[in-house]
Each structure stands twice: as structure tokens, then as C-alpha cells.
């Protein structure tokens, strides 16, 4: 059975009415992302940085997943198909997608801020004084800017298994995650699905490009793969 890794990003998830990560003036939901999205941010005001991610929750909470995210976990009657996302909904999981790694963290869990494999299950607004066991503060499960990205060697190492690699909306600007296409096989066949493609078929060998929306692009991609 063939592998196929699947590298997602905000576009997949705009489909269910999710914002993009930030807009083009660089500002997340109104916010400056240095405000909400940095262990600076939160250190200088915390209770700004746990309203603005209760408000995500809220939102992810009322959100379904979208046809994009069916079919990826669809194209698991036919292959071996791992996820890797930068996206921290949990839309992959709802849509019965098995091997998802997200590599930004996951907006309903929570964590420690003094361990920070510490983690809980959260979907509930989170404030100052929800403690953990040992009595520190909790904090959104959520990779910040300046932060470690813990389960990128994870992500290396699966990418490097590919046999197909397909990317779905993701400009392939953010770093580290930018990175992985590095890491496939050489020759191994690429996918990238995107409205507004920020690749051309002279960035990457054995490419095909996609430019539609996540759900009409990801019926495309099971059509080409089960000729």
C-alpha cells in the first residue's frame, strides 16, 4: 500500500469557516500576533492572550469539518495516509482522518506552563487560576512565535517515508514547516492544491499543481490518484 503524506494548512480549513492565520495587514482577529501568539505576549497579559484563544475555541467548537477533510480521510480505503498539519482545529480528527500530527499545537487541549508535557483535553473557556495538579498556571497548547516546535522530528521522519506527497492550502512560506518538502525521496511525486498557487512547476521535480479550493482540489487529487 502507498504512502501518501498530506501536508495541510489554514486554507484547508477555510471551507469551514475558520479564519486564515492573519490578514494582510498582519493583524490575527484584530489583535497583533506579537500580542497573542508569544510567550511575551502572555507573560505581559495574560488574560488578553486566554480571552483571544476562548474565542477560537468557542468558534472551532461551532465549525464541521468540510468535504476537503472527508476526503483525505476517505483516501485511507486505499492508502497508508499520514497528516501533518499546520492547523490547530481539530477538524482532521472529526472528519475520521487516523494518523494526524499537528505540529502548532491543538487549540483544545491546554498545558502546564511548567511542564510542558502536561497536557489536557480542554473545550471550555480557560482562565487565570485554572491550575495544574501542581499548581501552576495552564496555558493554550499552542506552538508561539520563538517557541520550539516539538513535533517537527516527528514530521521529518514521516515525510522522509513518503511515496506521494501532496500539500493543501499552505503557501509553503512558514517556517519550519516549509522545510519538509526537503526531506521527500527524490522524484517523489508532489501535489499541491492552492487557489492562488505560490509554487510553479520549476520549484519541485514530478509536480502537479492543483489551483483549486481545498474541496474541489482534494476530489481532483482522489480522481488523478485512482486512475
Not at 11 to 33: C, K, M, N, P, Y
Not at 115 to 126: G, Q, S, T, V
Not at 137 to 163: C, N, S, Y
Request: charged content about 25%.
Amino acid at each position: 500500500m502507498k504512502k501518501i503524506v498530506i501536508l495541510t494548512g489554514a486554507g484547508i480549513s477555510a471551507e469551514s469557516g475558520i479564519q486564515t492565520f492573519r490578514d494582510a495587514d498582519g493583524l490575527w482577529e484584530g489583535h497583533d500576533v506579537m500580542e497573542v501568539a508569544t510567550p511575551e505576549g502572555f507573560a505581559n497579559n495574560p488574560e488578553l492572550v486566554l480571552d483571544f484563544y476562548n474565542q477560537r475555541r468557542k468558534q472551532l467548537l461551532e465549525v464541521k469539518p468540510n468535504k476537503a477533510h472527508f476526503n483525505l480521510a476517505e483516501l485511507e480505503d486505499n492508502f497508508d495516509v499520514e497528516i501533518i498539519t499546520q492547523n490547530v482545529d481539530d477538524l482532521h480528527e472529526r472528519a475520521k482522518s487516523t494518523k494526524v500530527t499537528h505540529l502548532h499545537g491543538e487549540l483544545l487541549k491546554v498545558r502546564s506552563t511548567a511542564n510542558e508535557n502536561d497536557i489536557k483535553i480542554w473545550e471550555k473557556d480557560l482562565v487565570l487560576g485554572d491550575l495544574c495538579e501542581k499548581g501552576s498556571q495552564l496555558r493554550p497548547h499552542i506552538v508561539w512565535f520563538g517557541e520550539m516546535v516539538p513535533m517537527l522530528d516527528k514530521a521529518i521522519e514521516i515525510t522522509k517515508t513518503a511515496d506521494i506527497l501532496v500539500i493543501i492550502g499552505t503557501s509553503m512560506q512558514v517556517y519550519p514547516a516549509a522545510s519538509l518538502v526537503n526531506y521527500v525521496k527524490p522524484n517523489t511525486p508532489i501535489y499541491f492544491i492552492d487557489p492562488k498557487p505560490s509554487v510553479s512547476k520549476y520549484d519541485f521535480e514530478n509536480l502537479t499543481i492543483i489551483d483549486d479550493l481545498a474541496s474541489a482540489g482534494t476530489a481532483k487529487l482522489i480522481e488523478l490518484l485512482m486512475a
